[in-house]
């Protein structure tokens, strides 16, 4: 009941909004760069320092025995195809620049940043007073991003950390970069709703299947990524409307965790094998299963949409068009798994196998049957919330869920472990902490700041936001 509830809602939300979902040119580049076998994109997009698009600034690449050049349109959008991988230096005309504008950094124009075929790199260059400081690294390097919006002068491209590191950043936080110091606030704001909301897809599953079997799934970040993967399979490499391959993801993702079950987790059950053996085997199960990935899709970065998403601007925040679509399915999806687990015959007895498996039993629910459907809806929020995130951040790879594992554990720990509504709460705090974050450390050091906070809340309430507390001999 519940999995066909979350089939019905996707397939439905993914159906009735394609135009959202369709890739988008952005607005107006004469010859948008669209990365193939053949081609290399490097883009970008400049910003005035009250953070207007800079329109007309010409751009020079050179490398590779090969130089283009790049003019910003009307949007501050700017690309340049290159037809060979390599290191290319990227120099901003200063003369071109709209009047009483100057490069923040001058010193680090040109900026060298590498293109890779059939991927997109990004390199940014933030307008305003100069800074007056030495050359620092520039935060660009091989993406799948292709030339996002960097925000208001200048930003880190989505996809890619600030510091060119593996942590991935969507549009919106990039957006906050150069801004004041009160729109960046509300801009990460938003972009931690927003994270927090798609995150709490996978997180709910994982906090349902510890709830209903006392396993710690650390295979759970797989089926995140297998969503993710499967999408960009359908869409890029078949052909298929977003839509489509956004439903389909979903509905394997819900077959493999009920064959997870049936062939793996209720024969276990049945020989009475120990939950501790039982984690072992999701370590191994997640190894073999992140491996399988790196050997059919690569070690590189995948985008599932490879065109510009679509900007609008509510007062000093940005976000996608794209963002917004995957927030209200989120919300809906969230909303019909909370009244599924109130409301519904089947998610009392979810609840009960819960707090008391035997007394379930003994009562005449069929656990075995409730487990086998938490396995499966929990593999089909955690593949949704894979194809949702992918779009967010513009980029997946073959280890995606993994990097969000640890996050996943601590949004679950931090709401209250097994408690879904603990689950959704975990997660947006998780997502808050780790957006805002940005304002005092380096984005490749977000993530740590979700763990610094769960220690922190543990241990004012060791239960977890949500959870009850319990007595202990």
Do not use: K
């Not at 009941?1 to 159906?15: F, P």
């Not at 979810?350 to 069929?366: F, H, Q």
């Amino acid at each position: 009941m519940l999995a066909l509830l979350l089939v019905l809602i996707a397939g439905t939300l993914l159906t009735v909004a394609p135009t959202p979902w369709t890739p988008h040119a952005a607005a107006a580049t004469a010859e948008a760069c669209v990365p193939d076998a053949a081609t290399g994109c490097l883009g970008g997009t400049i910003r005035t320092a009250d953070g207007e698009p800079a329109v007309g600034v010409v751009l020079r690449v050179t490398g590779e025995g090969a130089t283009v050049e790049a003019t910003t349109d009307a949007t501050g959008r700017w690309t340049a195809a290159v037809t060979a991988a390599g290191e290319y230096a990227v120099e901003v005309d200063p003369a071109t620049l709209p009047a009483g504008e100057t490069l923040r950094d001058p010193a680090n124009n040109p900026r060298t940043v590498v293109a890779e075929l059939g991927s997109s790199a990004g390199t940014l260059f933030p307008l305003g007073a100069p800074t007056g400081g030495g050359a620092t690294p520039s935060p660009s390097g091989p993406t799948e991003t292709g030339s996002g919006d960097a925000g208001e002068g200048g930003g880190a491209e989505p996809g890619t950390a600030e510091g060119g590191g593996d942590v991935a950043v969507s549009a919106e936080t990039a957006a906050a970069a150069g801004a004041s110091t009160a729109g960046r606030v509300a801009q990460l704001v938003v972009s931690g709703l927003i994270f927090g909301l798609l995150f709490a897809l996978a997180s709910v599953g994982l906090s349902l299947l510890y709830g209903t079997t006392g396993l710690s799934n650390f295979a759970h970040g797989e089926q995140v990524t297998l969503g993710a993967l499967l999408a960009y399979f359908f869409a890029q490499t078949l052909g298929m409307p977003l839509a489509v391959a956004g439903a389909l993801a979903v509905l394997i993702g819900l077959i493999s965790g009920y064959l997870q079950d049936r062939g793996i987790w209720a024969p276990l059950r049945r020989r009475g094998v120990g939950l501790v053996q039982q984690l072992i085997v999701t370590i191994g199960l997640s190894l073999a299963l992140q491996y399988t990935f790196n050997l059919f899709a690569g070690g590189g970065v995948l985008r599932i949409v490879t065109s510009n998403p679509e900007i609008i601007e509510i007062g000093p925040v940005r976000l996608t068009i794209q963002s917004l679509v995957s927030v209200i399915i989120a919300i809906v999806v969230l909303g019909g798994i909370g009244y599924a687990l109130t409301s519904t015959r089947i998610g009392r007895a979810t609840r009960a196998v819960s707090d008391n498996p035997a007394l379930a039993a003994a009562s005449g629910i069929n656990v075995d049957r409730i487990v086998r459907m938490v396995w499966t809806a929990g593999a089909g929020l955690a593949a949704l919330g894979g194809v949702l995130l992918g779009l967010y951040f513009s980029a997946t790879r073959w280890n995606m869920g993994t990097a969000l594992l640890l996050l996943m554990f601590a949004a679950v720990t931090l709401g209250g472990l097994g408690t879904a509504f603990g689950a959704l709460v975990g997660s947006l705090v998780i997502g808050l902490v780790v957006e805002l974050s940005t304002l005092f450390i380096p984005s490749d050091m977000r993530y740590a700041a979700a763990m610094a906070i769960l220690v922190l809340v543990l241990l004012v309430r060791p239960q977890g936001i949500l959870g009850r507390s319990q007595r202990v001999g």
